[in-house]
């Protein structure tokens, strides 16, 4: 799942923007390509995806361990060993890359490649940029940092979780997740109308802070509990037609967001309509877990989606610099603007080039790391 969460990141960056010259004629190649770009607005949501599969599975990890005396200590060294080393490693990438090359990417990238503030890499560093207090200073900067948003609220996450979720009782959790959900459309609705976005370079905190998105984790970490409940998991393997009932009207619903308010700052997604997807993808997870014989279930234990939803980490926090590159490539060597076919293939290269990256940084640097923090035991 973890697959279909990040191939719709890509799709969404690579392949959403990409108009095809002959969208304006008439014929079906026209009304496929409506489609398909109607379709491509709404892969945003693949972050709302992982928001659900990092409260199941985080939530999941800490309800079995709670009772462990290494509870804090585990975890802790756990995240550090897989969240810290790519991450901090990017950040120094992108000071080398503007040390050795910043006056001559200067020149070549629409909007400049101007060193990014002190406070605004301070930010970085902290996991404090999704309060968006310091706006990106380039296009490079954006680039390279602005898909961090979701580590930023992930890190907070981890940081309040832990303790939600070692002290309170299994009642008092279904409780607190409940309000969670409850408020976290109210305040994106405050925010959105109070507290707008100032520019189309700044995703706007609706999108980004931590209490906005934090609906989508408490169904994840909702999802783990109920899963972790004999008396639930029973119920559910005897009235499975609920759960695909479920699934199937909310599907109906996140269709009818595409259709009729796919931007991910529409006032029908920010007040309600994350919510909604955040549920629909929790649904789609139990109904996964509940019929692991399914063809959902079966398409998730697919070999290259398992494959790409194993260095989906690497992927999302490299890709939107490496689509930027490969553009950049591309009108060097066309030495003109880039049509919109060409704009497909090149985002299939780049979503390639994201790929060889990202699975070189597992096999010689990630996987090494992670299992070296498992040599903390709960």
């Known amino acids: 799942m973890r697959g279909i969460a990040i191939a719709q990141v890509l799709v969404f960056h690579f392949f959403f923007w990409a108009q095809a010259p002959d969208s304006h ?3 079906w190649i026209r009304q496929m390509h409506n489609y398909l770009h109607r379709f491509a607005g709404l892969t945003w949501s693949g972050v709302d995806l992982f928001f659900v599969l990092s409260g ?31 991450y901090y490693a990017w950040l120094a990438a992108y000071v080398l890359v503007m040390a050795l090359a910043g006056r001559i990417l200067a020149t070549r990238i629409p909007g400049g490649a101007a060193w990014e503030s002190w406070p605004a890499l301070a930010a970085q560093l902290m996991f404090l940029q999704n309060f968006r207090w310091l706006p990106y200073g380039s296009a ?11 580590l930023a609220i992930e890190e907070q996450f981890y ?3 832990p303790a939600v979720i070692r002290f309170l009782n299994r009642r008092r959790l279904y409780v607190f997740l409940g309000l969670v959900i409850l408020s976290a459309p109210l305040v994106r609705s405050y925010i959105h109308f109070h507290l707008p976005a100032q520019n189309s370079d700044v995703l706007g905190l609706a999108y980004t802070l931590m209490p906005c ?15 972790r409940n004999t008396r639930f998991r029973v119920w559910l393997s005897e009235r499975g037609f609920v759960l695909v009932a479920a699934v199937s009207i909310f599907l109906v619903g996140f269709v009818a967001l595409g259709k009729w308010a796919p931007a991910y700052d529409s006032l029908a997604e920010q007040s309600v309509g994350y919510t909604w997807i955040a549920f629909f993808y929790a649904l789609v997870l139990l109904l996964v877990l509940a019929r692991p014989g399914g063809w959902l279930a079966a398409f998730t234990r697919v070999a290259w989606m398992r494959e790409l939803g194993k260095v989906s980490y690497c992927v999302y926090l490299i890709h939107s610099a490496v689509g930027m590159f490969c553009g950049l490539f ?3 060597v066309l030495q003109r603007s880039v049509g919109s076919w060409e704009q497909i293939a ?9 790929y060889g990256i990202a699975r070189l940084s597992w096999a010689y640097f990630e996987n090494p790391l992670l299992k070296q923090g498992h040599k903390y035991r709960y």
Do not use: Q
């Not at 490079?140 to 979701?150: E, L, Y």
């Not at 998105?213 to 899963?227: E, I, K, N, P, Q």
């Open 56 to 86: 199941f599975l985080i939530g999941g990890i800490l309800l079995d361990a709670r009772a462990s005396p290494n509870y804090f200590k585990a975890f802790y060294a756990r995240r550090v060993f897989r969240i810290f080393p790519i």
């Open 213 to 227: 998105r934090a609906d989508a984790l408490a169904f994840g970490v909702l999802a783990a509990l109920l899963w």
């Open 159 to 161: 940081f309040i979780a």
């Open 330 to 332: 591309l009108t060097g």
């Open 346 to 354: 090149m985002g299939g290269v780049a979503a390639v080039v994201t």
């Open 140 to 150: 490079i900067g954006v680039n390279w940092f602005r898909p961090t948003w979701s």
């Open 25 to 27: 004629t008439p014929g």
